[in-house]
Nanobody
Framework: QVQAVESGGGLVQAGGSLRLSCAAS????????MGWFRQSPGKEREFVAAIRMSGLRTYYTDSVRGRFTISRDNAQKTVYLQMNSLQPEDAAVYYCAPTVPYGSTWRSMPGSWGPGTQVTVSS
């Protein structure tokens, strides 16, 4: 099982950038698809991006495609989310987790949530 701890969140102005990091533990990190999810107040947690074990294939929800980039370093057991052109609607707590396909989207594996990192975007 992989456990993750997210970092890198903060306050940024609209149009700005942040880079989130996800430090994972577990010997089998490289064997998992990893994903980023986010949750804002009053809303359900939603899929943001996922990356295959090799790092060669990535997936994004439509609202972030072209602005966010997911990457991973299997040797460092770390997943990144580069977020550019941030908008107020991107404000949320961001989580990373091992991820599996779920219909036309992705969901986290059960019991895999970390503490998350808060992203706040001022307009």
């Amino acid at each position: 099982q992989v456990q993750a701890v997210e970092s890198g969140g903060g306050l940024v102005q609209a149009g700005g950038s942040l880079r989130l990091s996800c430090a994972a533990s577990g010997r089998t990190f490289s064997g998992y698809v990893m994903g980023w999810f986010r949750q804002s107040p009053g809303k359900e947690r939603e899929f943001v991006a996922a990356i295959r074990m090799s790092g060669l294939r990535t997936y994004y929800t439509d609202s972030v495609r072209g602005r966010f980039t997911i990457s991973r370093d299997n040797a460092q057991k770390t997943v990144y989310l580069q977020m550019n052109s941030l908008q107020p609607e991107d404000a949320a707590v961001y989580y990373c987790a091992p991820t599996v396909p779920y219909g036309s989207t992705w969901r986290s594996m059960p019991g895999s949530w970390g503490p998350g990192t808060q992203v706040t975007v001022s307009s």
